[in-house]
């Protein structure tokens, strides 16, 4: 573990990103690794690969924030606007953090004004 933080820390001084996302994406030990994996990864343009990795560690940890936050902006940049509402709505249920309507607002599109009725107005 400690090589690997070495590492990890050797290619973050040295600005090495391809590298980085690679180490990052085969040897994320918990989920703000492998979201800071995903997010390399997209940065890199390899947003596929961004968007697999994501799905693969939102399986292993669904009730993750970070991960849920990550796997939806991979959603988005592919055009998988459904996928990241069900995903986004499904977090903010269970946390209603302010934070989360920045990107519902985005993949709800046209649908913002219904869903902010029925998520957000109370009834």
């Known amino acids: 573990r400690w090589v690997r933080l070495r590492l990890k820390s050797?290619?973050?001084h040295v600005g090495d990103k391809p590298l980085l996302?690679?180490?990052m994406a085969k040897s994320a030990v918990d989920d703000f690794e492998a979201a800071f994996a995903v997010t390399l990864?997209?940065?890199?343009?390899r947003g596929r690969e961004a968007l697999a990795l994501a799905e693969r560690w939102h399986r292993l940890m669904p009730a993750s924030p970070v991960l849920g936050w990550a796997l939806a902006e991979a959603y988005l940049e592919d055009g998988w606007d459904e996928e990241a509402l069900k995903?986004?709505?499904?977090h903010y249920e269970r946390d209603?953090?302010?934070?989360w309507l920045a990107l519902?607002?985005?993949a709800a599109g046209e649908a913002w004004p219904a869903w902010q009725a029925r998520y957000i107005t109370p009834t």
């Open 10 to 12: 050797f290619l973050e």
């Open 21 to 23: 996302a690679e180490l």
């Open 41 to 45: 990864l997209r940065e890199l343009h």
């Open 87 to 90: 995903l986004l709505t499904w």
């Open 96 to 99: 209603p953090n302010p934070r």
């Open 104 to 106: 519902v607002e985005k």
